[in-house]
């Protein structure tokens, strides 16, 4: 499958239990049901890393302990810079190990308990500190052609800021991008879309939960707006015809049997 | 090498309250978690075992949810726990604690360091591991914040005072207090917390560490807390400084010029 076709797709997050999860066999139990359907769906498992800064399992140990199957096109793993040089290096080991093609490299929430990449750990002198573009150079030069590496896009940055990283982004080996959570349509994508040429996945956050959506997009939307996240997903599908959607916090019981019906009208 | 660990369970929170009989931290219902400074020392620890070879054993005084604390070391890669629980250790001030211990780390066996954090962050006194070193009649480092060479017998280590930093060596065994400089704690594999879930604990009392019961609890510690109140609440408001860059920076200057003595 070609990279443009394998991203125009379902991307469907899949959060791995947190680190201090009391019922943590179910959760696990839970995680391999999620991955397993994704999977067998042929949707692309996108598994994040420490979301929002809570310490949760890796992907790849999930994938091992778990013995879940991978179909290389199928599993993305989120990958920030929140790990000691050991632990990233175990991490793109397994992914490399298991045929893992895609990850998503992101400079990511960090937490007290979180340790962060040093840039001395990548061998780059005179940098303060270490981002996605130190990370996607890092994976390129050490694991050459085993990866596809996406990034991050935020339309609610100012502008040209984001514009220069995404260029400093593609420069260092990104090929494709995922957007923050898009409500309907956004100019700041549209933008990107124009402006670089790299397949691109918007993000459908498809919870209630405004009040996160609020801290995702970095503007206040009320929690008595009306929001139907399903409408929402299908006017994306409708105004970006050409990109994939990532799926964010989806409800497994009464959104996920509707991808179905929907990826077949847009050929998803 | 042997090395034992003592971690501490405390609360996640600032927002705890003070039992006004007690004068002790209400930890009932509150979040907990492994005193911050102990990860690194179990870390450190860590690290020894995997340069050396030998054991791990993760050691705590507490009640008998701190098994908690020692399954969250045991997930890290500790090899075993040990819990200190008995109602006869209540009350016990840093003197009394730092004995118990000791006797324990005496039970344990053999052992060559003791590695803790440089202090809890709950009652911030870090006299417990100087205090284990003391009862143990053990050379002891505190505030380590770089573990420079380890041998069988000796270790170098680098650590801070008022004044700067001294490079000290350490005859084993010996009781280190460890800084967050020293490593980078690892976060526990699902490996390690699966297997750490079923791991028996034992539970070790007062009389089987063979502890003199007149130096534990409350009637042997010699410190006693009289009363304990809460700092005053700091007055924080946010000044917002509208016009231009240059008169908002004129405006900052005054404003802090007027705060502190420059």
């Given at each position: 499958m070609?990279?443009?076709?394998?991203?125009?797709?379902?991307?469907?997050?899949?959060?791995?239990?947190?680190?201090?999860?009391?019922?943590?066999?179910?959760?696990?139990?839970?995680?391999?049901?999620r991955y397993?359907?994704?999977v067998?769906?042929?949707?692309?498992?996108?598994?994040?890393?420490?979301?929002?800064?809570?310490?949760?399992?890796?992907?790849?140990?999930l994938?091992?302990?778990?013995?879940?199957?991978?179909?290389?096109?199928?599993v993305?793993?989120?990958?920030?810079?929140?790990?000691?040089k050991?632990?990233l290096?175990?991490i793109?080991?397994?992914?490399?190990?298991?045929?893992?093609?895609?990850?998503?490299a992101?400079?990511?929430?960090?937490?007290?308990r979180?340790?962060?990449?040093?840039?001395?750990?990548?061998?780059?002198?005179?940098?303060?500190?270490?981002?996605?573009?130190?990370?996607?150079?890092?994976?390129?030069?050490?694991?050459?052609?085993?990866?596809?590496?996406?990034?991050?896009?935020?339309p609610?940055e100012?502008?040209?800021?984001?514009?220069?990283k995404?260029?400093?982004?593609?420069?260092?080996?990104?090929?494709?991008?995922?957007?923050?959570?898009?409500?309907?349509?956004?100019e700041?994508?549209?933008?990107?879309l124009?402006?670089?040429?790299?397949?691109?996945?918007?993000e459908a956050w498809?919870?209630?939960?405004?009040?996160?959506?609020?801290?995702?997009?970095?503007?206040?939307?009320?929690?008595?707006?009306?929001?139907?996240?399903?409408?929402?997903?299908?006017?994306?599908?409708?105004?970006?015809?050409?990109?994939?959607?990532?799926?964010?916090?989806?409800?497994?019981?009464?959104?996920?049997?509707l991808?179905?019906?929907?990826?077949?009208?847009?050929g998803? | 090498?042997?090395?034992?660990?003592?971690?501490?369970?405390?609360?996640g929170?600032?927002?705890v309250?003070i039992?006004p009989?007690?004068?002790?931290?209400?930890?009932e219902g509150?979040?907990?978690?492994?005193?911050?400074?102990?990860?690194?020392?179990?870390?450190?620890?860590?690290?020894?075992?995997e340069?050396?070879g030998?054991?791990?054993?993760?050691?705590?005084m507490?009640?008998k949810?701190?098994?908690?604390?020692?399954?969250?070391?045991?997930?890290?890669?500790a090899?075993?726990?040990?819990l200190?629980?008995?109602?006869?250790?209540?009350?016990?001030?840093t003197?009394?604690?730092?004995?118990?211990?000791?006797?324990a780390?005496?039970?344990?066996?053999?052992?060559?360091?003791?590695?803790?954090g440089?202090?809890?962050?709950?009652?911030?006194?870090?006299?417990?591991?100087?205090?284990?070193?003391?009862h143990?009649?053990?050379?002891?480092?505190?505030?380590?914040?770089r573990?420079?060479?380890?041998?069988?017998?000796?270790?170098?280590?680098?650590r801070?005072?008022?004044?700067?930093?001294?490079?000290?060596?350490?005859?084993?065994?010996?009781?280190?207090?460890?800084?967050k400089?020293?490593?980078?704690?690892?976060?526990?594999?699902l490996k390690?917390?699966?297997?750490?879930?079923?791991?028996?604990?034992?539970?070790?009392?007062?009389?089987?560490?063979?502890?003199?019961?007149?130096?534990?609890?409350?009637?042997?510690?010699?410190t006693?807390?009289?009363?304990?109140r809460?700092?005053?609440?700091?007055d924080?408001?946010?000044v917002?400084?509208?016009?231009?860059?240059?008169?908002?920076?004129?405006?900052?200057?005054?404003?802090?010029?007027?705060r502190?003595?420059?």
């Amino acid at each position: 499958m070609n990279i443009e076709n394998s991203i125009k797709r379902f991307h469907v997050e899949v959060l791995p239990p947190k680190q201090n999860a009391e019922n943590l066999e179910e959760r696990l139990e839970k995680f391999a049901d999620r991955y397993t359907r994704v999977v067998e769906e042929d949707y692309c498992a996108c598994i994040t890393d420490n979301a929002m800064g809570h310490l949760s399992f890796q992907g790849t140990e999930l994938i091992e302990e778990l013995e879940l199957p991978v179909k290389p096109e199928n599993v993305m793993i989120h990958l920030n810079t929140f790990h000691t040089k050991k632990d990233l290096d175990n991490i793109l080991n397994s992914c490399a190990e298991r045929g893992i093609k895609y990850i998503l490299a992101v400079t990511g929430d960090g937490s007290p308990r979180l340790p962060k990449l040093r840039p001395l750990d990548l061998g780059i002198n005179g940098l303060e500190s270490v981002t996605s573009v130190e990370l996607l150079n890092y994976i390129k030069n050490e694991y050459p052609g085993y990866f596809t590496l996406g990034v991050a896009f935020n339309p609610y940055e100012p502008e040209q800021h984001e514009f220069n990283k995404m260029r400093r982004k593609i420069n260092a080996g990104a090929e494709f991008a995922i957007t923050q959570p898009v409500v309907e349509q956004n100019e700041a994508v549209e933008k990107m879309l124009k402006e670089f040429d790299i397949p691109v996945v918007v993000e459908a956050w498809m919870s209630r939960k405004l009040h996160l959506l609020s801290e995702c997009v970095g503007y206040e939307i009320p929690e008595n707006t009306e929001y139907d996240p399903v409408a929402n997903l299908e006017k994306l599908m409708k105004n970006y015809p050409d990109c994939g959607v990532y799926l964010a916090l989806l409800n497994y019981k009464r959104q996920f049997p509707l991808l179905k019906e929907m990826r077949s009208y847009a050929g998803r | 090498m042997k090395i034992v660990v003592c971690v501490k369970q405390v609360p996640g929170t600032t927002d705890v309250s003070i039992d006004p009989e007690t004068k002790r931290l209400v930890r009932e219902g509150v979040e907990i978690m492994m005193n911050p400074f102990d990860t690194y020392a179990l870390e450190e620890g860590l690290l020894l075992k995997e340069k050396h070879g030998g054991e791990v054993i993760a050691l705590s005084m507490g009640p008998k949810r701190a098994e908690l604390t020692l399954r969250e070391a045991l997930a890290c890669g500790a090899d075993r726990a040990i819990l200190l629980n008995d109602r006869a250790l209540g009350g016990s001030d840093t003197f009394a604690t730092s004995y118990a211990l000791s006797k324990a780390v005496k039970k344990i066996g053999e052992v060559n360091l003791v590695l803790c954090g440089k202090q809890a962050i709950d009652g911030d006194t870090a006299q417990v591991g100087p205090g284990i070193a003391a009862h143990l009649k053990w050379p002891q480092a505190t505030y380590v914040s770089r573990l420079i060479d380890s041998k069988e017998s000796i270790l170098t280590v680098e650590r801070m005072h008022e004044a700067g930093n001294d490079v000290c060596e350490v005859e084993l065994p010996a009781v280190l207090t460890v800084l967050k400089d020293i490593n980078i704690p690892r976060i526990p594999t699902l490996k390690g917390r699966l297997a750490s879930r079923t791991a028996e604990i034992p539970v070790w009392d007062a009389s089987f560490i063979g502890a003199d019961p007149a130096k534990i609890g409350l009637d042997g510690s010699p410190t006693r807390v009289v009363t304990t109140r809460k700092p005053d609440a700091r007055d924080k408001h946010t000044v917002v400084l509208d016009g231009s860059a240059s008169k908002s920076a004129g405006e900052l200057v005054k404003i802090l010029k007027s705060r502190i003595k420059l």
